[in-house]
């Protein structure tokens, strides 16, 4: 899909709490181990979403979206 520089500047992220937390999971002997990479935010015109990751995982495992419910550390 080819977008313009004018059209992307546009899609702006709705302000408040994000839509969805995004976690990397990772399997660990018997265990998942669940690490917060970022956040997802819903765009104002409601077409699209927005992915700020803060880590990128480099190794294996699953990126997970979930709803923010409350304190989502």
Do not use: N
Not at 18 to 46: C, K
Not at 49 to 63: C, F, H, N, Q, S
């Amino acid at each position: 899909m080819k977008m313009d520089k004018e059209r992307f500047e546009k899609l702006t992220v709705k302000e408040g709490s994000p839509t969805l937390i995004a976690y990397h999971v990772a399997e660990q002997g018997e265990e998942l181990l669940w690490t917060r990479i970022g956040t997802v935010w819903d765009h104002d015109d409601f077409h699209g979403l927005t992915i700020e990751l803060d880590l990128m995982p480099v190794k294996g495992g699953r990126i997970v979206l979930r709803e923010c419910i409350g304190d989502d550390e």
